[in-house]
């Protein structure tokens, strides 16, 4: 009986030890006041306005890539609330429109919504980062689950944003991506 004991202590100390780990040291342990302090503060109205371009990639549920794309989106502000158009285009050949509708309120929160967001989503920019949580439904061709996402947006030194969202059901991840954006006109040099 004493050895069912140590185990059961075992199983419970992983369980917490798990537990633990996705509080406080994980993706969905991000804060948007860990970012307070940046010395550069991302403003969607500014960082994510005109013409963007994005690249990117989406894992699976098993950590591997299964999907590239290329995203051209448009941006535009009036005031307090902006449009920003997105055309996907996927490895698969597959073309993927969305048109989000924002509002920035003046302690710099954000509502979002889209045609396939359930509901409407919120976020906060903070510092250098914006946090978006959103639920997404995704198309019949992909069964039309909806999953819960974290967006994550980083602005780099040299006006880039690096984006990072994780796609959850029923509390599990079930794909991640991982994408670059930046200005149409910012251009990097070619390798030689």
């Given at each position: 009986?004493?050895?069912?004991?140590?185990?059961?202590?075992?199983?419970?100390?992983?369980?917490?030890?798990?537990w633990?780990?996705?509080?406080?040291?994980s993706?969905?342990?991000?804060?948007?006041?860990?970012?307070?302090?940046?010395?550069?503060?991302?403003?969607?109205?500014?960082?994510?306005?005109?013409?963007?371009?994005?690249?990117?990639?989406i894992?699976?549920?098993?950590?591997?890539?299964?999907s590239?794309?290329?995203?051209e989106?448009?941006?535009?502000?009036?005031?307090?609330?902006?449009?920003?158009?997105?055309?996907?285009?996927y490895?698969?050949?597959?073309?993927?429109n969305?048109?989000?509708?924002?509002?920035?309120?003046?302690?710099?929160?954000?509502?979002?919504?889209?045609?396939?967001?359930?509901?409407?989503?919120?976020?906060?920019?903070?510092?250098?980062?914006?946090?978006?949580?959103?639920?997404?439904?995704?198309?019949?061709?992909?069964?039309?689950?909806?999953?819960d996402?974290?967006?994550?947006?980083?602005?780099?030194?040299?006006?880039?944003?690096?984006?990072?969202?994780?796609?959850?059901?029923?509390?599990?991840?079930?794909?991640?991506?991982?994408?670059?954006?930046?200005?149409?006109?910012?251009?990097?040099?070619?390798?030689?």
């Open positions: 009986m004493t050895g069912f004991f140590y185990m059961l202590a075992g199983v419970a100390i992983v369980l917490l030890l798990n633990a780990r996705s509080r406080y040291a993706f969905s342990a991000q804060n948007p006041t860990d970012y307070s302090a940046d010395a550069e503060q991302f403003d969607v109205r500014k960082h994510l306005n005109g013409p963007i371009v994005c690249e990117g990639v894992y699976g549920p098993l950590g591997r890539v299964t590239r794309f290329v995203g989106f448009d941006c535009e502000w009036t005031n307090d609330s902006g449009v920003m158009r997105e055309v996907f285009r490895d698969d050949g597959s073309i993927q969305r048109e989000w509708q924002l509002a920035i309120g003046a302690d710099g929160r954000i509502k979002a919504t889209a045609s396939d967001v359930v509901g409407i989503g919120t976020g906060v920019q903070k510092g250098g980062s914006v946090q978006l949580k959103y639920r997404f439904q995704l198309p019949e061709s992909a069964g039309g689950h909806v999953l996402t974290v967006d994550w947006m980083y602005l780099a030194p040299n006006g880039s944003i690096v984006n990072r969202s994780q796609f959850r059901k029923f509390g599990f991840k079930v794909a991640e991506l991982v994408a670059t954006m930046r200005p149409v006109e910012q251009h990097f040099k070619e390798a030689a």
